[in-house]
């Protein structure tokens, strides 16, 4: 096996799945979207597939989705964005942070990472061949803190890598934050690539802040972007990348020997879209995220109330077990799967005090898994 995948492992949270399946848990930690695409979405899409448009598309993507992308970008970022030169059709997020990274780094170059983060980020840091640099963010309101990001800052550093609405804290870093940021980033000569793969989420009347919309981001800024969570179609693997002219071009060149293009007849579906009719789900998700928020300060857990995203982290130091240990005992005893923090930090030892849940799974299994916790938590007994 080679070096990098000795290093990387697999995924922290993939053993206590596969526990939860096998007992049956109810799952309160993956933020799986609960809807569907639109239906116009589906209908082009089988259309597509019935009536032979089964090959390749064009590697940077369908124009007419990129256009969707663009327009996309338009309301929910406030940028613009030129669809021929801007924009690049990715298989998912996934595929658009790895080819960002691989894009604008070398070998041995360090890329500045915010913790706690997406459990995926450091693997792939480490598979472009880079080495993560983790800057925590200042608890407890998971503050960007620029002085923690100078400081870790070396003459190898070439990218940041930021996720903003925020998995799994919730922050939705603000224009100061963003801004502060990217002004960094130039000044030092350095790429900051942002996961917005939850732009569409927001909530309390913000915005969501993207570099791209802000002076200076020419050179210094990728995008990345999903239709996973922002259409509710995870598994059609569509993402984008959206960045200048020359940076594009770069993120194309990787992208053709990544996967040379995302599936041609689902790009013709997603294509479908109607842009204006997209109904905004954020406000549903702000009163399922108050009602989360609402039944686990009950249960005594300490909780930042999300401010974008799927997920809210919550503190367990009071039930005194670290969250690893905390999670497994749920999986088997209450049949409740929660993602302990452990996962999203590069030393897991960081992670013990926090567990990570979401609220837009389903509404009635959500509460089920609810009320096991509370019977748990208060050491009753429970009935499964
Ligand atoms: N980035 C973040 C922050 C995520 O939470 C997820 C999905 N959980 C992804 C990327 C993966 O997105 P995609 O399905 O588009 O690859």
């Known amino acids: 096996l080679s070096r990098r995948v000795s290093g990387i492992g697999s995924m922290r949270l993939a053993g206590l799945m596969r526990l939860a399946t096998e007992i049956g848990a109810i799952d309160i930690a993956l933020g799986i979207p609960p809807g569907e695409p639109p239906a116009e979405v589906v209908r082009a899409a089988t259309a597509a597939l019935t009536g032979g448009r089964n090959q390749y598309a064009p590697p940077e993507g369908l124009l007419a989705l990129r256009e969707v992308i663009a327009e996309l970008a338009q309301r929910r970022r406030g940028v613009t964005v ?8 990715t298989c998912g997020a996934t595929e658009g ?9 070398d070998p041995g170059d ?114 990345v972007g999903s239709l996973s969570k922002s259409l509710q179609m995870s598994g059609w693997r569509l993402g984008y990348c959206l960045a200048s002219p020359a ?15 995302a599936p041609g007849p689902l790009q013709v579906g997603a294509a479908a879209v109607d842009v204006a009719a997209l109904a905004d789900d ?20 300490t909780v930042f109330r999300p401010e974008g995203g799927w997920f809210v982290l919550a503190a367990v130091d009071a039930f005194g077990r670290p969250s690893d240990l905390l999670a497994e ?56």
């Open 97 to 105: 942070v790895l080819n960002a990274l691989l894009a604008v780094t």
């Open 329 to 384: 005992d749920l999986v088997r005893s209450a049949g409740v799967l929660v993602a302990p923090g452990t996962s999203f930090f590069t030393d897991p030892a960081d992670g013990r005090r926090w567990v990570r849940m979401t609220f837009v799974r389903d509404e009635g299994r959500t509460e089920e898994a609810l009320d096991r916790m509370r019977k748990f938590l208060s050491g009753g007994h429970h009935d499964r």
């Open 110 to 223: 360090e890329v500045i990472l915010f913790e706690p983060c997406y459990e995926n980020y450091p693997g792939m840091i480490e598979l472009a061949g880079t080495v993560p640099r983790p800057v925590p963010l200042a608890g407890p309101g998971w503050r960007l803190d620029l002085g923690a990001v100078r400081a870790a800052l070396t003459p190898r550093t070439r990218a940041v890598l930021l996720n903003t609405p925020h998995n799994p804290t919730g922050r939705a870093f603000d224009e100061d934050e963003v801004a502060g940021l990217l002004g960094l980033c130039a000044g030092h000569g350095l790429v900051l690539i942002t996961d917005e793969v939850y732009e569409g989420y927001v909530y309390d009347g913000r915005r969501h802040v993207s570099p791209l919309g802000l002076p200076g981001a020419g050179e210094h800024a990728i995008v």
């Open 282 to 301: 954020s406000a549903y998700f702000q009163r399922r995220r108050d009602h989360l928020v609402a039944r686990l300060e009950e249960l005594g857990l």
């Open 82 to 89: 030129d669809p021929a030169t801007e924009v690049t059709i």
């Open 247 to 261: 940076l594009t071009e770069a993120v194309r060149r990787v992208h053709e020997r990544t996967t040379v293009g």
